[in-house]
């Protein structure tokens, strides 16, 4: 297993338009966290999934974001009418079963809007 | 609600030495977990070492230890015969009830040959 995979690695696009992450946790994980990293701040949570149920939503988590992991593999974030403040790294995490098990983050995917 | 404070944005530590870096919590759930993150440059972030909040024997990981103060809230991480390979963005976090962590904004690690 190659561990968490995170595409794009990198996003430039123009305020207002949509963009749609994509995150590949590993395989045997059932739990898949998103989270935000500002420059200069640690990551934020936003939303976690357990296997295909969105079971939390940070109040960061505005109408704009959506976060989908239909069916229990591979999970999206997208971002509609995207802003300036929404520049951040975005990175995804999984864990296995059990309280508090190791999450394995990916490389996260960095956007910038201009 | 939890909050996580790292007081220290960056500290330098020689080849060989020990350092230590701070970490400072609060949070209303009696049964929480707490954990120190590794990032290094343009690379994703790590677990170094993680302690559960009932025990009071404090953990260790090879060359990283943690003293953990429960009722101080304190929580630093002590990484000793420090490499070069050590230097990163270090996290502070901690967690409790959902899945969700809250960290701390990080301590920058130099490493000096």
């Known amino acids: 297993d190659t561990g968490v995979s995170q595409d794009p690695r990198h996003k430039i696009t123009k305020r207002g338009q949509n963009v749609t992450f994509r995150c590949d946790p590993i395989?045997?994980?059932?739990?898949l966290y998103w989270y935000r990293q500002t420059l200069g701040q640690g990551p934020e949570f936003l939303t976690y999934?357990?296997?295909?149920?969105?079971?939390?939503k940070s109040r960061l988590l505005s109408d704009r974001f959506s976060a989908e992991r239909p069916k229990g593999s591979f999970s999206t974030l997208e971002i509609q009418r995207t802003e300036q403040g929404d520049s951040a790294m975005y990175l995804c995490?999984?864990?296995?079963?059990?309280?508090?098990?190791?999450?394995?983050f990916g490389q996260g995917t960095r956007l910038t809007v201009v | 609600a939890q909050t996580v404070t790292q007081s220290q944005p960056e500290m330098s530590v020689q080849e060989a030495e020990t350092v230590t870096l701070s970490c400072t919590y609060d949070?209303?759930?009696?049964?929480?977990?707490l954990f120190w993150y590794k990032q290094p440059p343009s690379r994703q972030m790590i677990l170094v070492i993680r302690?559960?909040?009932?025990?009071?024997q404090n953990a260790t990981e090879n060359r990283f230890s943690v003293n953990f103060q429960k009722a101080a809230k304190s929580f630093s991480l002590k990484i000793s015969d420090s490499q070069l390979g050590d230097a990163a963005m270090y996290f502070c976090?901690?967690?409790?009830?959902?899945?969700?962590?809250?960290f701390g904004k990080g301590t920058k690690l130099s490493v000096i040959p």
């Open positions: 395989s045997e994980h059932n739990r």
């Open positions: 976090a901690s967690g409790a009830g959902s899945y969700q962590l809250t």
């Open positions: 302690q559960e909040a009932y025990k009071q």
């Open positions: 999934f357990q296997n295909e149920a969105q079971l939390e």
């Open positions: 995490a999984s864990s296995s079963q059990g309280l508090f098990t190791e999450a394995f």
């Open positions: 949070t209303s759930e009696s049964d929480y977990y």
